[in-house]
């Protein structure tokens, strides 16, 4: 559920491949597929996958018996933190910062501060750590904010997010940003649920209406609004 070519999640999973020992935790994992193509690469690694919901566990046990890793991935639903290992050798933390997000504020800024102090102290001396997060490719307009959280504080930029990353007891080896093709991609798909239904469905089901105005919302949220303004950073680290 991010914008990632399949060329990009294998130079990710590569680094985390020569780096890792161990156990690798994967926060936010939905259904672990960039955990799951990391452990078919390292015969030597276990896999931990943690997500709030178990929606996309069925998916990804099913995909990790086809590959023969099932034995080495453990899925567990609900908080992260109260989850989380004493200590993991390496992790991945993809879109999914707002686990350690502050309680009590409607749509606060993006705490990438707590995500990266946290994931360090997950991780010993060396470990890897893949980093996604959301950031401002340019400046924000009130176009592109209107149907994200609303605010032009949300996100980082780049530069802010590697500093912050060195800041947080990291060594940035890679940074890398989802180009415009991921993205349209990525939308596309997201998206194509709406379109198939439709085309399936035809004017006459009573819903047809409704589920074309979602399609209309989410056309016009990202080509008219958040579209080259909403930035995904990867950045590949070492914990120091």
């Avoid at 935790?25 to 672990?32: F, N, Q």
């Avoid at 566990?57 to 908080?79: P, T, Y």
Wanted: with cysteine; hydrophobic share 45%.
């Amino acid at each position: 559920m991010s914008p990632l070519s399949g060329q990009r999640a294998a130079s990710l999973v590569n680094f985390l491949k020569v780096h890792a020992r161990g156990t690798v935790v994967d926060i936010g994992c939905g259904w672990a597929g960039l955990l799951t193509r990391l452990l078919v690469a390292s015969p030597e690694l276990r896999g931990l996958g943690l997500d709030l919901k178990a929606d996309g566990f069925a998916h990804a046990r099913s995909v990790a018996q086809k590959q023969g890793v099932a034995d080495r991935l453990e899925l567990v639903a609900g908080d992260a933190k109260l989850h989380l290992p004493a200590s993991a050798q390496g992790a991945i933390c993809i879109g999914a910062s707002q686990v350690w997000a502050p309680h009590g504020e409607q749509s606060p800024p993006l705490d990438c501060a707590a995500a990266l102090k946290a994931l360090r102290q997950l991780l010993p001396s060396g470990a890897p750590l893949v980093y996604g997060e959301a950031i401002w490719s340019v400046p924000p307009t009130p176009a592109a904010i209107a149907p994200l959280g609303g605010r032009l504080d949300e996100f980082l930029f780049l530069p802010d997010l590697v500093d912050l990353a060195w800041a947080s007891g990291f060594a940035v080896v890679q940074v890398q940003q989802a180009s415009l093709d991921e993205w349209d991609e990525f939308e596309s798909g997201y998206t194509a649920r709406y379109a198939v239904w439709l085309a399936e469905q035809g004017s006459s089901h009573p819903d047809f209406d409704e589920v074309r105005e979602r399609a209309f919302r989410q056309r016009d949220a990202y080509f008219r609004g958040y579209r080259g303004v909403l930035g995904m950073a990867y950045l590949a680290l070492l914990a120091v």
